[in-house]
Antibody, heavy 117, light 107 residues
Framework: QVQLVQSGAEVKKPGASVKVSCKASGNTFISYDINWVRQATGQGHEWMGWMNPNSGNTGYARKFQGRVTMTRNTSISTAYMELSSLRSEDTAVYYC??????????WGQGTMVTVSS | SYELTQPPSVSVSPGQTARITCSGD??????AYWYQQKPGQAPVQVIY???ERPSGIPERFSGSSSGTTVTLTISGVQAEDEADYYC??????????FGTGTKVTVL
């Protein structure tokens, strides 16, 4: 079964960008969409968007359109989520997720992104 | 925007049954999914498509649906079941939405 391993924690200043990676094990990387979700401390989950690793097609939640970009490198089975114009409210744990039967069957371990001056 | 509403907390004694509800207007037309999340860990799916249980999830976890409400039931609760539980579904446009979350405390 596929496993997702994410990049390490990041600390960024307001106005900067952050790029989080999500590497999939096995040979199924291009088979299922990759979704990104974030969770601020003590808060619920917020879906950010999806990417099809085979075609590169993407769909972003309205809240993040214009600020988020999802890409992939199929040669290394890795998906990326880049968020720009960071502000303190973007401080959160960012997760990638995927699955054969549904969008969030399997989750990465999460990446903490802290936005602070 | 579309919301999925859950009770903030549920308390249950070991061996008893915990029921967690999730309400949303689009639930009659969209599947619901349930996730368990322990502190500092990623969510783990415990129910998919309203009532299906993923491989490796104990049989004490079950799901049901009735109209605009879906329910996660944990029968014979164990101490290890203490966690936050979230429902998830989609609105009419296909945008994914997560519930507000329920903290299950095992007394």
């Amino acid at each position: 079964q596929v496993q997702l391993v994410q990049s390490g924690a990041e600390v960024k200043k307001p106005g900067a960008s952050v790029k989080v990676s999500c590497k999939a094990s096995g040979n199924t990387f291009i088979s299922y969409d990759i979704n990104w979700v974030r969770q601020a401390t003590g808060q619920g989950h917020e879906w950010m968007g999806w990417m099809n690793p085979n075609s590169g097609n993407t769909g972003y939640a309205r809240k993040f359109q214009g600020r988020v970009t999802m890409t992939r490198n199929t040669s290394i089975s890795t998906a990326y989520m880049e968020l720009s114009s960071l502000r303190s409210e973007d401080t959160a744990v960012y997760y990638c997720a995927t699955g054969a039967t549904d969008a969030f069957a399997i989750w990465g371990q999460g990446t903490m992104v802290t936005v602070s001056s | 925007s579309y919301e999925l509403t859950q009770p903030p907390s549920v308390s249950v004694s070991p061996g008893q049954t915990a029921r967690i509800t999730c309400s949303g207007d689009a639930l009659p037309k969209q599947y619901a999914y349930w996730y368990q999340q322990k502190p500092g860990q990623a969510p783990v799916q415990v129910i998919y498509k309203d009532s299906e249980r993923p491989s490796g999830i104990p049989e004490r976890f079950s799901g049901s649906s009735s109209g605009t409400t879906v329910t996660l039931t944990i029968s014979g609760v164990q101490a290890e079941d203490e966690a936050d539980y979230y429902c998830q579904s989609a609105d009419s446009s296909g945008t994914y939405v997560f519930g507000t979350g329920t903290k299950v405390t095992v007394l």
